[in-house]
C-alpha cells in the first residue's frame, strides 16, 4: 500500500493485489516503526495519526528470567524531532495506509487475487492472476512483488532469497492486562534462549509475547507452498482476460 500511495503522488496508477479477503482487524505484526518509516507516512498523509495513535519508545531491557542483562535507552525526542521508534500494531497502520488507498482513484484494489505466472517481455509485464473476476492476465510496464522472501513474483523470475534458516517458528499470544502505556520494551531469555519480547501498545491494554516453537518438517513444507501476498503493478493498459 505504501508503493501504491507513493506512485499516486506522481500520478501513476497501480493495481493492488492481495490473497487476503480484507484487512485483518486483529494481531499485533511489524509493531515496531522506525523514524524514516514514519517520515516516509508523513509524506502520505497518515503520519499524524500514527504519531498519535503509537508509544514512543524510551528504552528496551533484557532479562535471562529475573537478571537484567543489558538496557539500551533511545535519545529522548526534541522539540519538533520525531522518535527514533515507535510502537504501533500493524493493524493499525494498514487501516490508516487503506483509507487513503480506499479514497485514491489511482488505485484499484483486489482481494482474494493470487498471482500464478509471471512473464516479462521488453515492453511490458503479463501477469496470470486469480481473483473474484476469475482466471485473467493483468498487463503492466512494472511488477513489484511485496510478499517477503517467498513471494511469487521472485519465484517466477528465479530471484534467489540468499540466506540461510533453521527449522523454528515464532508463534504469537495476545494478552489484556490493565497496565497503562509504558515506553519500555522488555525481552525476557527462557532456559533455551527463546526471545519473548513483552511490549505495551497503543491503548495500553494489549500486550504480544511470541515463542520459538520447532516446526515438524511436514509443516514446514506446508508453510512454503501458501499463496502470494501483496503485490503492486504498474498499468500501462488496461488488463484482458
Known amino acids: 500500500m505504501t508503493l ?3 506512485l499516486a503522488r506522481y ?13 485483518e482487524p486483529e494481531g499485533s505484526r511489524s509493531i515496531v516503526i522506525a523514524r524514516h518509516t514514519i517520515e516516509t507516512f508523513l509524506r502520505l498523509g497518515c503520519g499524524d495519526r500514527v504519531l498519535a495513535k503509537g508509544v514512543a519508545l524510551a528504552r528496551a531491557r533484557t532479562y535471562f528470567r529475573t537478571i537484567e542483562l543489558f538496557c539500551v535507552e ?4 526534541r522539540g519538533g ?9 500493524q493493524t493499525h497502520t494498514e487501516r490508516f495506509l487503506y483509507e ?10 483486489r482481494w482474494r487475487t493470487t498471482v500464478h505466472t509471471v512473464r516479462q517481455t521488453d515492453k511490458k509485464v503479463i501477469l496470470t492472476i486469480r481473483g473474484l473476476r476469475g ?3 493483468l498487463l503492466g510496464s512494472y ?4 510478499d517477503g522472501a517467498r513471494s511469487t513474483v521472485r519465484q517466477a523470475m528465479g530471484i534467489e532469497f540468499r540466506g540461510r534458516s533453521f527449522e523454528t517458528s515464532r ?12 515506553s519500555t520494551r522488555r525481552q525476557t531469555l527462557g532456559n533455551r534462549c527463546s526471545s519473548i519480547p513483552s511490549r505495551t501498545m497503543s491503548g495500553g491494554s494489549t500486550g504480544r509475547f511470541p515463542a520459538r516453537l520447532t516446526q515438524r518438517p511436514s509443516a514446514i513444507a506446508a508453510d512454503s507452498k501458501r499463496g502470494s501476498g501483496p503485490s503492486s503493478a504498474r498499468r500501462r493498459t488496461s488488463s484482458c482476460g
Do not use: M
Open 81 to 89: 524531532e520525531l522518535p527514533s521508534f515507535l510502537n504501533l500494531q
Open 4 to 6: 501504491a500511495l507513493e
Open 171 to 182: 508463534r504469537s499470544c495476545l494478552s489484556r492486562t490493565s497496565a497503562g502505556s509504558t
Open 135 to 137: 482466471k485473467e492476465k
Open 143 to 146: 511488477a513489484v512483488g511485496c
Open 100 to 109: 487513503l488507498v480506499d479514497a485514491s482513484p489511482l488505485i484499484d484494489v
Open 74 to 77: 533511545f535519545p529522548e525526542s
Open 11 to 23: 500520478d501513476v496508477p497501480s493495481v493492488l493485489l492481495d490473497s487476503k479477503p480484507h484487512l
